[in-house]
């Protein structure tokens, strides 16, 4: 008897912490707003572009999947050569906003996660002048 209890509180526990919801912020980052504002298309990342370059020490050498529950889903999910990949988060407005698809000059941020998974690298990308 006393096994099945084991077994049924481990997976409570299990359970519990695959339902726990991602953190509100990271840092000053306001990860709420920062999720709420899919494809950049309400400019609220713009304005958060500041604290997310404060966070960037704290997001590099995590998981994608912690990536993604903290960011929310990547607007554009990439692969790459010798199995890495990239999210690509727009930062403003732009064509992506009527269709995701689109070819966009927005500014955007790119995170770069190396073949085994973990963030490596974050860079940003302007408009073409």
């Given amino acids: 008897m006393k096994l099945g209890i084991k077994i049924l509180l481990s997976a409570f526990i299990v359970v519990s912490a695959a339902c726990s919801s991602a953190p509100d912020k990271l840092g000053n980052l306001d ?3 920062w999720r709420g504002d899919r494809g950049g298309c ?3 990342r713009k304005g ?3 604290d997310f370059k404060r966070a960037e020490k704290e997001l590099k050498g995590k998981f994608a999947d912690t990536i993604g529950e903290l960011l929310g889903r990547p607007d554009i999910h990439q692969l790459g050569e010798r199995n890495t990949k990239f999210y690509v988060y727009y930062l403003e407005k732009g064509p992506q906003c009527e269709n995701m698809q689109a070819k966009s000059n927005a500014r955007k941020v790119l995170l770069k996660f190396n073949a085994v998974g973990l963030l490596s690298e974050i860079t940003y990308q302007d408009r073409p002048l």
């Fill in 31 to 33: 990860l709420k707003k």
């Fill in 48 to 50: 958060l572009e500041g």
């Fill in 42 to 44: 309400n400019d609220v």
